[in-house]
């Protein structure tokens, strides 16, 4: 803490990390209630992306189901879905993003490519 308070730019960076988890938190709790199941999976693919600076998401379709509060038969049908149009290429415990604009249009957040 006294490292925060000796360092205004630390305490810059601390507030902005609170701020854009809040955001996130706040537009993930609202799209469980708002938002279709293809919509939420579609952001979180592209958000896992960002985060890991990878094309590919290396998660089991039962973390993709629990991080989305769903079954997994429910994720294997979306990502099934996602790849029978070339969105996505599956692999054991991965997701490759193989169309980024595709993705970011089906998660709602057109313009993004």
Excluded at 3 to 24: K, N
Excluded at 33 to 49: F, P
Excluded at 81 to 104: M, P
Aim: glycine share 4%; net charge neutral; with cysteine.
């Amino acid at each position: 803490m006294q490292a925060v308070q000796d360092s205004p730019a630390l305490a810059q960076a601390v507030l902005e990390l609170l701020c854009t988890h809040i955001r996130w938190t706040h537009r993930m709790l609202a799209s469980r209630h708002l938002d279709h199941l293809s919509q939420r999976l579609a952001r979180l693919l592209l958000d896992q992306t960002q985060l890991a600076g990878d094309c590919v998401v290396k998660l089991t379709q039962a973390d993709l189901a629990d991080m989305l509060g769903v079954t997994r038969q429910s994720i294997n049908f979306e990502l099934r879905t996602l790849a029978d149009a070339a969105v996505v290429a599956l692999g054991r415990n991965r997701v490759e993003i193989r169309d980024f604009a595709s993705l970011a249009r089906q998660a709602g957040q057109v313009g993004l490519s």
